[in-house]
């Protein structure tokens, strides 16, 4: 896909990617001609007469500031104006609660963000919808699992923290043949280095908050689809249920969006230097990118890549020798990088999945999906990719090492509890 994309600006002209992520559906403020869109922090908004009012009414609904997010992503993607959320799960959330219903069926990707699991486990389950976990990596498997009550195939790629990659063309495929919605968690990837809607996806769904952000500053969700009724039955829901962003995060993000392509970039070039480092070290037992020769999914990975223009995100997965404790060991000596669950930011930072993120995914759903318990997933920030190197290359000396009489040994195990009980947990990104 070329960056020359048949999307337009505010004033109809076909743009180039780098322009659209900076002026994309975006006006000066016509009140005092400012460049940078306004913070509207209001509530409320005062009707010029009964039924009459200037396109916003209570801020539940919309908001100017948050309106002006969602045409700026819309305008990324050749579509109309997203639907923004609080967070990314609260997307994730509308958009299950607008399509399913007690009965319904949906097909999700067997390796997926945790929270997308917790919520259809916790959450939908008690509702009456089910789903399926499948490798949506095989259309076929796919189709098979496509039945007369389900709704909506969900696929991520390439999925966290495996990096697996779904054809999303072959999958779009099979779900107009079935009359299926296909959605797209492109949250790796961003619509920078992938456009879901043009490869036969119904709706490209982002969690804000990593890379379109991309400093650490906001939680937030968007939703785009280039059908208009879906389209208002997304923000319908999203008014009922009161999960509309708030205008702060909103105007944060319209920043952060402007330097997107520019550090998507970046952070791909940084992140295929440390995975072949990562790949030579004596120390590793194995590494997952897409921009590797060795990545499992060859052919899919280089479709990716002429997609993308040769990047692959800023994702690296990885397993030291030594099993899980040594794993440990490495996450807890390194200092440039920051143990935390976020991924996408100008930092780099590191995560244990099945202790942190995916740790309420059952332990036999993440085996089969092949999320060891020694699995590190490691997002490569905009750091000097050196300096990135030596903290690992430190961390991996240090993890070899014999444990202190059982000092590391006994983090280790602590770092491995299991999880409290689902209706006690909060966390995981």
């Not at 590797?292 to 995100?313: D, I, K, M, N």
Request: hydrophobic share 40%; proline share 6%.
């Amino acid at each position: 896909m070329s960056n020359s994309l048949e999307s337009f600006g505010t004033h109809g002209e076909a743009w180039d990617l780098e322009t659209l992520a900076i002026r994309g559906g975006r006006t000066p403020d016509p009140t005092t001609g400012a460049i940078l869109t306004p913070i509207v922090q209001s509530t409320t908004y005062v009707n010029e007469a009964v039924g009459k009012h200037k396109g916003h009414t209570y801020s539940r609904a919309s908001n100017p500031t948050v309106s002006a997010l969602e045409s700026a992503l819309g305008a990324l993607e050749g579509a109309p104006p997203a639907v923004c959320y609080s967070t990314g799960l609260a997307a994730i959330t509308g958009l299950f609660l607008s399509l399913l219903r007690s009965g319904d069926h949906v097909v999700v990707s067997d390796v997926v963000y945790g929270g997308t699991v917790r919520l259809l486990n916790i959450v939908l389950e008690p509702l009456g919808i089910s789903a399926s976990c499948v490798d949506t990596s095989d259309p076929g498997a796919v189709a098979a699992a496509i039945g007369p009550r389900t709704r909506l195939v969900f696929i991520e790629t390439p999925a966290n923290p495996t990096l697996k990659l779904t054809d999303i063309e072959s999958v779009a495929r099979v779900c107009r043949a079935k009359g299926v919605k296909l959605a797209v968690d492109n949250t790796f990837l961003t619509p920078v280095l992938l456009r879901p809607l043009d490869l036969g996806a119904d709706i490209a769904l982002y969690s804000t908050t990593k890379y379109i952000e991309g400093h650490n500053a906001t939680v937030g969700g968007s939703i785009t689809t280039r059908d208009e009724a879906l389209n208002e039955r997304l923000r319908l829901f999203r008014k009922s249920v009161g999960s509309i962003q708030a205008p702060f995060e909103a105007w944060l993000t319209l920043k952060g969006l402007k330097t997107l392509p520019l550090r998507i970039r970046e952070h791909s070039r940084s992140a295929r230097r440390i995975a072949e480092w990562l790949e030579q070290h004596p120390a590793v037992e194995r590494v997952l990118y897409p921009g590797l020769a060795s990545f499992p999914q060859t052919a899919l990975a280089a479709g990716l890549g002429e997609l993308s223009g040769g990047f692959f995100g800023g994702i690296v997965s990885f397993e030291v020798r030594g099993g899980v404790e040594a794993g440990v060991r490495v996450m807890n000596a390194v200092r440039l990088c920051s143990l935390a669950e976020n991924l996408g930011a100008t930092e780099t930072l590191i995560t244990h999945p099945v202790s942190m993120t995916h740790g309420d995914v059952p332990r036999e759903q993440r085996e089969r999906a092949g999320i060891t318990d020694g699995l590190i997933r490691l997002s490569v920030g905009l750091e000097s990719p050196a300096d990135i190197i030596a903290d690992l290359a430190r961390a991996l000396e240090s993890a070899a090492r014999k444990p202190d009489s059982g000092g590391v040994d006994r983090a280790a195990r602590k770092e491995l509890k299991p999880r409290p009980s689902a209706a006690a947990v909060v966390g995981g990104v």
